[in-house]
């Protein structure tokens, strides 16, 4: 599950988990962090443990947040469209779930939830069109 407020800007160069492709992104991702203005780089141990993991008791997490963590799930695919279902939690408990499309001929989402959602989901579909061998998104 990813940090909410995690904003992934490209694949993690170094191996900073053992298991990567098992992480809520489907890899393991730099990035940034957007839990208070100005945005903030993210040193690689708060990558590591908390920003692809969620659930952090990081420093920046505001007191009074909606969720705790993302998942993202790619649950079908047909020849236009992925289907992505993602469920956010607060408290260890589900918060809200849904579904976004994105349009592989077209290259755009088809839904348009929060902009915040839509970069994690962005991150966890070009993960997974890499491990697929698929297509690149952009």
Avoid at 58 to 64: F, G, H, K, S
């Amino acid at each position: 599950m990813a940090c909410p407020y995690f904003i992934p800007t490209n694949t993690h160069e170094r191996e900073l988990w053992p298991h990567r492709h098992w992480l809520s992104l489907g890899d393991g991702f730099a990035g940034r962090c957007s839990a208070h203005a100005p945005e903030s780089l993210c040193d690689d141990e708060t990558l590591r443990s908390q920003c692809n993991l969620g659930y952090a008791k990081c420093a920046n997490l505001p007191a009074d947040r909606s969720v705790d963590a993302v998942r993202f799930l790619v649950q079908s695919q047909d020849a236009k469209i992925l289907r992505v279902r993602f469920a956010c939690e607060r408290a260890h408990r589900p918060d809200s779930c849904g579904e976004l499309r994105y349009d592989r001929n077209s290259k755009i989402w088809l839904d348009q939830p929060d902009p915040q959602l839509l970069l994690l989901a962005e991150a966890a579909v070009c993960a997974w069109i890499r491990r697929h061998g698929k297509d690149i998104l952009r």
